[in-house]
């Protein structure tokens, strides 16, 4: 607990899933990661941080701590009022986690960098290269109905941002329900409900009370929205069917590869009692010597024909 409290000790040695690149598309790996955040937010109860002297107070949750960007130990807010030594985060921080987190390497800047399209698109291209297209927009202030999870939401206020956070798509009950994941609080008065509020500190906030504009809330009318959209190299193109020994087969990918569908049919075919040889000319078995089973299902070769006698380590094959 001491080295590294709450919800992100639990998924950092438990959730397999962030590890492998391979299994989704990077924004997929961003939603996962928000989504078990959220999960893990709503027992925080289970990583209680004791109360530990003078300024060192208890609490459950990851803390609001004004321009801090470590959680990993108690210390005091580099800046503002609040005196208090907690485990906590400023909302930039928190964001900036979440993306170095599942290998999106985020420099520690300030919620105004992080917004910035030209700043978020650099980040994507140069720690995944092997895409087709990386599109990151700002589309300003954008109807609720259509936000999308993973979006970065912020507050701006004359040309800077000045508060971000992400959206998640919820639940209550069956009702889908937008919130955001953000770390908010105040860096100059009720410093205690930076680590004893439910709705202060790393937290999950409502969308519509957040753009609550007669409360004067974290967003109100002040928000923006940015999108990135990621689209990963398909190793097939636009190729749909290749024509092969007066064959027609179906590409197919399979995960960073390019594949026939069906199985192999090309070739001449010999009956059983004959050998394949090296002879230019590609023989096969049919199941029976019956020609209507290579039709049907698959020519049979042996290993020296489908590798075309050529013996060269990744050679092409028949």
């Not at 438990?14 to 590890?19: A, C, F, G, V």
């Not at 928190?94 to 290998?103: K, M």
């Not at 995960?255 to 090309?266: A, T």
């Amino acid at each position: 607990m001491a080295n590294d409290p709450g919800f992100i000790y639990y998924v950092k040695n438990n959730t397999s899933i962030y590890k492998s690149r391979q299994v989704l598309a990077t924004q997929g790996l961003l939603v996962v990661c928000l989504s078990y955040i959220r999960l893990w937010l709503g027992v925080r109860d289970k990583y209680n941080i004791p109360d530990e002297g003078a300024n060192k107070p208890a609490h459950y949750r990851l803390a609001y701590s004004y321009g801090s960007k470590q959680y990993l130990k108690r210390t005091r807010p580099p800046a503002g009022e609040c005196k208090e030594e907690v485990y906590g985060l400023v909302c930039s921080g928190y964001v900036s986690f979440i993306f170095n987190f599942i290998g999106i390497l985020m420099i520690e800047g300030t919620a105004n960098d992080q917004r910035r399209t030209d700043y978020l698109q650099k980040l994507l291209q140069d720690t995944y290269s092997d895409t087709d297209k990386i599109e990151v927009i700002d589309l300003g202030k954008l109807d609720p109905t259509h936000l999308k999870t993973g979006d970065i939401i912020y507050r701006e206020n004359s040309v800077r941002a000045y508060h971000l956070g992400l959206v998640l798509l919820g639940y209550v009950g069956s009702t889908p329900k937008f919130v955001v994941a953000h770390s908010t609080g105040s860096s100059w008065s009720n410093c205690e409900e930076n680590y004893s509020s439910l709705k202060r500190g790393v937290c999950l906030s409502d969308l519509n009370e957040l753009m609550d504009e007669s409360q004067g809330k974290n967003f109100s009318r002040n928000y923006r929205i940015v999108r990135y959209s990621i689209q990963l190299i398909k190793p097939c193109g636009n190729l749909l069917t290749v024509s092969y020994g007066d064959q027609t087969y179906h590409a197919i990918e399979i995960g960073s590869q390019c594949w026939l569908k069906e199985n192999m049919k090309v070739g001449t075919m010999i009956t059983r009692i004959t050998e394949q040889t090296n002879n230019s000319i590609i023989e096969k078995y049919c199941f029976g010597d019956n020609p209507a089973n290579c039709a049907i299902y698959v020519g049979l070769y042996e290993w020296n024909e489908a590798v075309n006698y050529n013996y060269t380590e990744r050679i092409r094959g028949i």
